[in-house]
């Protein structure tokens, strides 16, 4: 199903709805992200970030609209053939079992191999790399329950790589990560999406969002509140609306990225941030700690 | 000694699919082939392990030198036959307690799929609620049971259920063989080809499902073949207690979690426990012989549960 000529976009969500029982999760979603973008889901907590993500993979069945895959209908594809092209990291890595970090990154490689076909030197090939990637390496014969957090989701994140392939769903990344993983990270996946990877990941740090994404999506209770580029999404106005803090937004003198500055709670007795914030009067060395 | 094991154990797991395949799998088949000659070799007749081992090559259609017709009676008609009924059924029994060897296998698959039901209703599948519900089912067959045999009409037939649900493989004979190897060892492939897909499903179904694995029809597929074959096996054996659940567990611990090496190897592992348990079995009080499934649960359930107090973290559920 190609659309006036062009080639189809990778994900293309139509109408989407998904719910459980009486209760709708996602309503009517429309989202987009076309080949080599790098889009992010962000939105408070509940607002159905990762139940979207889940539907985008086929890991959840959407009840109306439809999520078309480089042109094809999701719900038609063989299981298989969307995990050979498309690879989710859960936002909860399960770790139970007592695999290797090697085994579990081999796994990876289940959709592109036969019933009756075992993984190759090709396979160890693909997974050693996707381990380097990620800084994994030195775990490879740990088993996954000896992980701390931040190193498990690194290790899910290389399977999904060993994947390879070309639509890349990430549930909150980088939220076991520390300061520095959280910038190679994003950065591994803004290089892999400059090469050509299409990326769609779920973020809760705004500043981040600002910085390594093409286009951010504001959900607020299963429906799209707005999106388009990180300048149009994050404004101080649409952060105090969706997630009721009172945002400042300007050019980090620095990085000169896109920054924002939470101030605090919009209304009401919300805890209140410590002082020195409050006050605002070193907001430079704030801006220039990072 | 201990750092040793330790280290060739971790070298064992580091290896490729195949190599863990080939070694464990020559390991575990020389101990069955040991264990095998032995076990054949004990009994109210003695013969020599050497005689054992030719009088076997030459059922296989080997030139051996001479051995005696009655040694080769004893061997080739009572206790060959015996042997590969407890090594093909070893790796499966123990799972599902139920009715006579005729309806076993129905039983097996109606009781498995039954239990199977329970725990996905509402559409979502829980561990917990499957182990409950095999306890719950396995209780009410167990009760089932307690009652034909309370109502048998003669002691002769009660003496006969009660010999076969304590798991007894005397006066097996080559129909038994006949009956139970292909669908064993067809369940056994099958299980195989399928080990991959429940490596991925340990990690729970969201996951499995993302990796591509259709988590349901392979649940319900993986169930079914596991039944039929732990019906074939139970059929043949009757209930030899403990062994389904001890080796799997203890070869996990130290094989690694990998389905695809640990299928096999409970196979072969499996063998040669019950072979050992038999011949233990039959040579303690002779000319009596205890039930093996008397003996497995003996050795097995203790076992057990010094597994799950000392590792209580390592011991997966299956
Ligand atoms: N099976 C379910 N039954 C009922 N409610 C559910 C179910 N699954 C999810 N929800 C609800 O759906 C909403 C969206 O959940 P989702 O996990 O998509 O949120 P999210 O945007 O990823 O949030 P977070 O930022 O906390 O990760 C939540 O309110 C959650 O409680
Ligand atoms: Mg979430």
Redesign the interface.
């Known amino acids: 199903m190609t659309m006036n000529g062009d080639s189809p976009a990778s994900v293309d969500a139509r109408a989407v709805s998904f719910g459980v029982e009486a209760k709708t999760l996602l309503d009517s979603v429309d989202m987009r992200a076309e080949r080599g973008q790098f889009v992010g889901l962000i939105g408070p907590n509940g607002a159905g970030k990762s139940t979207l993500l ?1 539907t985008l ?3 959840l069945r959407n009840q109306e609209g439809t999520v078309w895959l480089e042109g094809a209908d999701l719900q038609s594809m ?7 092209m498309l ?2 990291v ?1 936002q909860i890595a ?1 770790y ?5 970090a ?2 579990l990154v081999l ?2 490689r ?2 592109h ?1 036969g ?2 076909q ?2 190759g030197e090709t396979d ?1 090939r693909i997974a050693k790399a996707a381990m380097r990637l990620t800084e994994t390496e030195e775990f490879e ?1 740990r088993t996954l ?1 000896t992980l701390s957090g931040g190193e498990r989701q690194r290790v899910f994140l290389a399977r999904a790589l060993a ?1 390879q392939p070309r639509i890349l769903l990430l549930d909150e990344p980088t939220s076991n990560l520390d300061v520095l993983h959280q910038l190679t990270i994003l950065g591994l996946v803004r290089k892999l999406v400059d090469e050509g990877l299409t990326a769609i990941a779920a973020i809760h740090d705004l500043n981040l969002a600002a910085r390594y994404f093409d286009r951010l999506v504001l959900i607020s209770e299963g429906r799209v509140l707005t999106e388009g580029r990180p300048e149009e999404v994050l404004t101080p106005e649409t952060i105090e609306s969706a997630f009721g803090v009172r945002a400042a937004v300007y050019r980090d003198p620095v990085t000169d990225a896109l920054a924002i500055s939470l101030i605090g709670p919009a209304q009401g007795d919300g805890v209140a941030p410590p002082d020195r914030a409050a006050a605002g009067q070193n907001g430079m060395s704030s801006a220039s700690r990072r | 000694m201990q750092a040793v094991g330790l280290t060739t154990l ?1 070298s064992y ?2 290896m ?3 190599a863990r395949l080939a070694i464990g799998g020559a390991l575990l088949l020389a101990l069955v082939i040991v264990v095998g000659l032995i076990s054949l070799s004990l009994g109210p007749v003695d013969i020599s392990v050497g005689d054992v081992a030719w009088i076997v090559l030459s059922a296989l259609g080997f030139d051996t030198p001479e051995f005696g017709r009655t040694e080769q009676l004893v061997i080739e008609q009572i206790r060959l036959p015996r042997i590969i009924v407890v090594a093909i059924a070893a790796g499966f029994t123990g799972l599902f307690f139920l009715a006579l060897p005729l309806f076993a296998f129905a039983g097996a698959i109606a009781a498995a799929f039954l239990v199977y039901g329970i725990a996905v209703v509402g559409g979502h599948f829980s561990m917990a609620t499957l182990l409950l519900a095999g306890v719950a089912v396995n209780a009410f067959l167990g009760a089932i049971v307690s009652a034909i045999i309370i109502f048998l009409p003669d002691n002769e037939l009660l003496r006969e259920v009660l010999f076969w649900l304590a798991g007894g493989l005397d006066a097996r004979a080559w129909e038994h063989v006949r009956i139970a190897t292909p669908l064993i060892v067809g369940s056994t492939a099958v299980l195989l ?1 399928m080990s ?1 897909d429940l ?2 499903m ?3 179904d ?2 499995a ?6 988590v349901g029809v392979t649940r319900v597929a993986l169930l079914a073949t596991a039944a039929l074959a732990t019906g074939a096996a139970v059929a043949v054996s009757g209930t030899i207690a403990f062994v389904g659940l001890v080796i799997p567990h203890v070869l ?1 611990l130290v094989l ?3 389905n ?1 090496v640990l299928i096999p190897m409970s196979a072969l592992g499996g063998a040669v426990f019950v072979m050992a348990a038999d011949t233990v079995a039959r040579m303690v009080i002779e000319p009596a012989e205890i039930r093996v499934g008397i003996l497995t649960a003996f050795v097995g359930a203790p076992f057990f549960i010094f597994l799950l107090i000392k590792n209580k ?2 011991v ?1 559920s299956l």
């Open positions: 889940r993979s086929g890991v063989p299981a298989r053939d969307v995990a050979a690879a989710l859960p399960p139970t079992q007592g695999f290797t090697f085994e796994m990876g289940y959709p191999l019933r009756f075992v993984e160890d014969t329950d994947q | 971790r797991r580091q490729g699919i195949s080809l991959r490596n991925l340990m990690l729970g969201d996951e499902r993302s990796m591509g694995v259709r996990r690694g979690p990998d695809r973290r390592q997966y």
